[in-house]
């Protein structure tokens, strides 16, 4: 079973950046997919983007590429998300999930992920 803690959201004004945490424990680090999901209030969950922590290939939503970079650090068990140029609509709980199938698909399902964190809080405001 994988353990997933996600952390540092927080308050930013727009045009602003934010880096997300996610640690992971539990199974093999490297053996599963990690992705990010949001959910604003009143909205379904969305996936973000991915990251196949074996080879490091990655998957981007349309509404987020160029605006968001998904790493992995495999010595720490951690996975980050680099959000940039934040906008009021970027305002979210912020998820990390594990997908034990290892390849992130296109389409960022959020069935396809089994283990969630409890979410950080993205706020966007002036």
């Known amino acids: 079973d994988v353990q997933l803690q996600a952390s540092g959201g927080g308050w930013v004004q727009p045009g602003g950046s934010l880096r997300l945490s996610c640690a992971a424990s539990?199974?093999?680090?490297?053996?599963?997919?990690i992705g990010w999901f949001r959910q604003a209030p009143g909205k379904e969950r969305e996936g973000v983007s991915c990251i196949n922590l074996s080879d490091g290939s990655t998957v981007y939503a349309d509404f987020v590429k160029g605006l968001v970079t998904i790493s992995r650090d495999n010595a720490k068990n951690m996975v980050y998300l680099q959000i940039n140029s934040l906008k009021p609509d970027d305002a979210a709980v912020y998820y990390c999930?594990?997908?034990?199938?290892?390849?992130?698909?296109?389409?960022?399902?959020?069935?396809?992920?089994?283990?969630w964190g409890q979410g950080t809080q993205v706020t966007v405001s002036s």
């Open positions: 539990g199974v093999g680090f490297g053996n599963y997919a």
């Open positions: 999930a594990s997908d034990p199938d290892l390849y992130c698909s296109d389409n960022l399902s959020v069935g396809d992920f089994t283990s």
